[in-house]
């Protein structure tokens, strides 16, 4: 699943390329988005990111909410022939934005624009005293609760892992166990290694690829995820591989406690 960086990336491509263009048409092709239509004729003023979410603000007090899910992907299209596996189109002067979806779990809603508080987003304006007094002394793992988007917003399954690893800490700790100032340097690797996810557009380990269809650069910055069995970078220990809530964590015996 797309991850922050991933959004990130599609949503400042998407802000270049169609920002002040007319949606000519929009085209459901897939009866599960029956109704998202009604946006031809509406102008894009901005595209921006809320946690995982990809909001398109339209110059009619709309927005359209695109969240990828498992296996979505926004595509920039030149050609009138739709890509295999396309749900629904927008089409624009020079081309078309197609939403691909083998899986059909992405989601489009068209409604009034939601106020952005941003904070849960560390990128944003995170409100680390409201995490410290409501979040931080749950019973859930460390790793649970980086991935629950009502306390921290926009961090998924490979991200996780690689915070986890940069910080020292185990994904097995509970939340609760953690320091104020442990706390304060999970989130200041954050915010660096999802900067730098952003600047790499994003991590492709699977079919990630941004808006132009091609692929993103930071799995050369991974330290842990996917290298089970392997060395350690850092002091030398095994990686190791666990399941958590139905998905696989690595992290380093050795180094993270």
């Known amino acids: 699943m797309p991850e922050l960086p991933e959004v990130e990336t599609l949503c400042r491509q998407l802000n270049a390329k169609i920002t002040?263009?007319?949606?000519?048409?929009a085209d459901v092709i897939d009866r599960k988005l029956a109704g998202m239509d009604s946006v031809m004729?509406?102008?894009?003023?901005?595209?921006?990111?809320?946690?995982?979410?990809?909001?398109?603000?339209l110059d009619d007090g709309r927005a359209i909410e695109v969240h990828?899910?498992?296996t979505g992907r926004l595509l920039?299209?030149?050609?009138?022939?739709?890509?295999?596996?396309?749900?629904?189109?927008?089409?624009?002067?020079?081309?078309?934005?197609?939403?691909?979806?083998?899986?059909r779990f992405a989601t489009v809603n068209v409604g009034s624009i939601q106020p952005d508080e941003g904070t849960t987003d560390l990128l944003v304006a995170f409100d680390?005293?409201?995490?410290?007094?409501?979040?931080?002394?749950?019973?859930?793992?460390?790793?649970?609760?980086?991935m629950d988007s009502k306390a921290i917003s926009g961090i998924g399954n490979i991200y996780a892992c690689e915070i986890l690893h940069r910080a020292g800490v185990s994904p097995l700790r509970k939340a609760e166990a953690l320091t104020e100032s442990e706390w304060k340097k999970v989130f200041r690797l954050a915010r660096r290694i999802?900067?730098?996810?952003?600047?790499?557009?994003?991590?492709?380990?699977?079919?990630?690829?941004?808006?132009?269809?091609c692929k993103g650069e930071n799995q050369r910055e991974l330290?842990?995820?996917?290298?089970?069995?392997?060395?350690?970078g850092g002091c030398g220990g095994t990686i190791k591989r666990i399941r958590q809530g139905q998905r696989s964590t690595f992290y380093c015996t050795r180094c993270q406690k």
């Open 194 to 213: 999802l900067k730098k996810g952003i600047e790499n557009r994003g991590t492709s380990v699977s079919d990630w690829c941004d808006l132009y269809g």
């Open 41 to 57: 004729g509406t102008c894009v003023q901005a595209v921006r990111r809320s946690g995982k979410t990809i909001v398109m603000v």
């Open 128 to 146: 680390e005293r409201n995490f410290q007094a409501r979040q931080a002394k749950r019973k859930v793992s460390v790793k649970t609760l980086l």
């Open 68 to 70: 990828l899910r498992m």
């Open 76 to 103: 920039w299209n030149p050609s009138k022939t739709k890509f295999s596996h396309s749900r629904w189109r927008l089409r624009f002067g020079e081309g078309f934005v197609d939403l691909v979806d083998p899986r």
């Open 20 to 25: 002040g263009m007319k949606i000519q048409k």
């Open 223 to 232: 330290r842990v995820y996917g290298k089970e069995g392997k060395m350690c």
